[in-house]
């Protein structure tokens, strides 16, 4: 069963030890989580309650914590360091011969880290001893100490035989002469260490000492440093290693770093990031898909990395760039001394290397010159621009800054897919695919880009809707290209259509244009956190006229024997000039067919048959073919024309009106022998059936309402049947 104590951590800044060298001082179950404050007072775990925040006075320190913490305990701190920090020195002990797999940490609850602080006078704030296991997380170690009084190894951590883990915390300012923030196996100790997706900043070491934010395998120790998707950035040491020294002084450095980014580290002496093997020291260091900017050597060698005697060193998809040895006045990246191993494989090295042994080039590697390679391979790329083939240190995704090549630089693409390299003794790194320093995962089947950010080709884009409508949005279509970014369609020059112009949406693009011809368009895909940008060559996307649209406004007065059909142009030519058009009266009996061809707006169609009702349509031609056809009703041959209604004069207050009208203008070869009047009482939208009214030519319309909307239809008839009708709309003001 689980419980919880909670214990308050003493705030004074005295020195204070709590070592569990001599065995616990109470008996608690296993996996007990003990809370602890930084603002405590108490000094006995005894005092320590069991619910809730303790006051000051009776709570208990967090080395009261450590004091009572058994196997398998968590230890959450409480306090934020916007509240107040935990300013001791602490001594993490052995309990017994079992390993001690203690968990350190902020408390869950908080949004923010808890701070542990040194005492400024020469303490280290977390001693780890022989044959502890210690879990770390989320925390903030910040020790402050001057320069005149640095603890001896470790300004924030010195493991001494201990086994830590470390995630997520934050080492900052943090001074020590060995190791600034961390000492990890200095002396006859045999420690090791892991960090994962924490920072360094700003850490020194001093008086003589080596490696500014992490000494690790020092003075005939043993250490082993694996580092993971961290941050070391403006640390310094006067000697060697700027963020890390691995295997100096007689000891044995074993250290792999994978996906974390060194950025203006700083060494007097080698190493402007890394140092390995140092001073009779024996370093092996593997430093995979890593990124090392702005590092600096001012007095030795290694602007980024130095390799001397008695190291194995392996750099494989890293970046390094713009990292600088200041006595030469050079850019400078690796320095590999005499009786130094090092191999190279799928960098991006864009500063120059010094070598005094012969470096193993395996290959895809993107090289400033060919000072950084033994002997460049084929699969080697040489460029004396490499840098301006990069962008600049950005989050491009996943736990650290990065450098992403730009989409053409001679980087991408550059490691075939399914290639691995063979390092013989330290066995095979596979190169592509693989996992990236931003966690990203390689495309199976695409070739890799060199360096500590993968960048993959597209597949080759090209716009495949060819040939449109004029009048009619093409949609846009598209093959090849892959990622999430989305496809976005532009013009390019040289197009023979005027108006071409890409609209829809960004999911449904179309191509429209205000005449036919060609329009020029291309198709692009930005990058994304795999992929670069690829645009397509441009094509001409075709767009063809089509047929016109139906003429507009027929209207077909009868004649003797024929007929006269009026209409307006099309609204739309369809891309292409009109040619003419083709007026067709067709008998709604027996009988054939009377055609009309012209390129005016009227016509009279001749040889019709008196008395005979047709019906007559129209059509506009163009080079495509004939519109669509615009048609009348029946219209009887040797029909009167339509009357000319000339006035609407109310009677009786406006309840009543007369209409009266003119007689047809022609009776087309047959008098008129009556009219008919139809009635409407909406304005006009529609019509009652005609009603014979004699030959009068005026009418009267009684019983309206008062300002309703009306109308009336007049037609006369003759022996071949009623003709065309005249309307006129009123308001009565009854």
């Not at 001893?129 to 010195?158: D, E, K, M, R, W």
Request: charged content about 10%.
């Amino acid at each position: 069963m689980k419980t919880s104590v909670r214990v308050v951590a003493v705030s004074a800044c005295a020195m204070v030890t709590a070592s569990l060298l001599a065995g616990p001082a109470f008996a608690q179950p296993t996996t007990t989580t003990l809370y602890a404050y930084a603002n405590g007072a108490a000094a006995s775990p005894t005092s320590c309650p069991d619910v809730g925040l303790p006051a000051a006075a009776t709570g208990c320190s967090f080395g009261s914590a450590l004091q009572i913490a058994h196997q398998g305990d968590t230890i959450d701190l409480a306090t934020p360091a916007s509240t107040a920090s935990y300013g001791l020195t602490y001594q993490v002990g052995l309990l017994s011969t079992t390993q001690f797999p203690l968990t350190i940490q902020t408390d869950p609850a908080l949004t923010e880290n808890a701070k542990l602080v040194g005492d400024q006078t020469g303490g280290t704030i977390l001693t780890v001893a022989t044959g502890v296991t210690l879990i770390l997380n989320n925390l903030t170690f910040s020790n402050s100490a001057s320069a005149a009084s640095p603890p001896a190894h470790g300004g924030a951590i010195n493991n001494a035989g201990g086994s830590v883990t470390i995630n997520n915390c934050t080492f900052a300012n943090n001074t020590a002469v060995d190791g600034g923030a961390i000492d990890n196996g200095d002396g006859t100790a045999t420690s090791s260490m892991t960090i994962n997706h924490s920072s360094f900043s700003g850490n020194v070491s001093t008086n003589g000492g080596t490696g500014g934010a992490i000494d690790n395998g020092d003075n005939k120790g043993t250490g082993q440093l694996a580092v993971d998707s961290s941050t070391f950035t403006s640390n310094r040491t006067v000697y060697d290693g700027g963020a890390i020294d691995s295997g100096d002084d007689g000891g044995l450095g074993s250290l792999l770093v994978t996906n974390s980014t060194f950025v203006n580290n700083l060494a007097n002496t080698n190493g402007g990031a890394i140092d390995s093997a140092d001073y009779g020291g024996f370093g092996f260091s593997n430093i995979r898909s890593s990124t090392f900017v702005g590092n600096t050597v001012t007095g030795g060698n290694g602007g980024a990395i130095d390799a001397n005697a008695s190291s194995h060193v392996i750099v494989s998809t890293s970046t390094l760039v713009g990292n600088t040895n200041t006595p030469s006045g050079l850019p400078d990246a690796i320095f590999l001394a005499t009786g130094g191993t090092l191999y190279l494989a799928g960098n991006i090295i864009g500063d120059s290397c010094t070598f005094q042994s012969s470096a193993t080039d395996l290959g895809f590697n993107l090289l400033a010159d060919s000072s950084c390679s033994s002997g460049v391979v084929a699969s080697d790329q040489i460029s004396s621009n490499v840098p301006t083939q990069l962008g600049n240190l950005a989050s491009n995704g996943g736990p650290v800054q990065t450098v992403r090549p730009v989409f053409w630089s001679a980087a991408v693409g550059l490691i075939p897919s399914q290639t691995s390299v063979d390092t013989q003794a330290y066995g095979p790194i596979q190169l592509c695919p693989r996992t990236d320093a931003r966690a990203v995962n390689a495309v199976a089947t695409a070739a890799c880009a060199a360096g500590a950010v993968d960048v993959f080709k597209q597949p080759a884009l090209a716009v495949t809707s060819l040939h449109g409508k004029f009048g009619t949005p093409l949609p846009l279509t598209f093959s090849g290209g892959a990622g999430t970014s989305t496809p976005v369609f532009a013009n390019a020059s040289g197009s023979t259509a005027s108006g071409c112009a890409i609209g829809g949406s960004s999911q449904k693009p179309t191509l429209t244009s205000t005449s036919i011809g060609t329009c020029e368009v291309i198709v692009r895909i930005d990058a994304d956190s795999q992929y670069q940008a690829a645009v397509s060559n441009q094509v001409p996307v075709l767009i063809s006229p089509v047929t016109a649209t139906a003429p507009r406004d027929l209207v077909a007065s009868p004649r003797d024997k024929a007929a006269r059909v009026d209409w307006s142009a099309p609204t739309a030519t369809g891309g292409t000039p009109l040619t003419g058009y083709t007026v067709t009266a067709t008998p709604l009996t027996k009988g054939g067919a009377h055609r009309c061809m012209t390129t005016a707006t009227s016509c009279t169609i001749t040889g019709l048959v008196n008395k005979v009702a047709y019906k007559f349509s129209v059509v506009a031609r163009n080079a495509v073919g004939d519109s669509p056809a615009a048609t009348t009703g029946p219209v009887i041959a040797g029909s009167p024309a339509a009357p000319r209604i000339r006035k609407v004069a109310p009677l009786v207050k406006g309840k009543s009106v007369v209409i009266s009208w003119s007689a047809p203008a022609l009776t087309n070869g047959s008098p008129v022998t009556a009219y008919e009047v139809a009635w409407s009482t909406n304005g006009g939208k529609s019509f009652g059936r005609f009603t014979a009214v004699g030959k009068s030519t005026s009418v009267v319309r009684a019983g309206l309402s008062k300002q309703g909307r009306y109308a009336i239809e007049v037609r006369a008839v003759n022996a071949a049947g009623p003709g065309a009708s005249a309307e006129r709309s009123f308001t009565s003001n009854g």
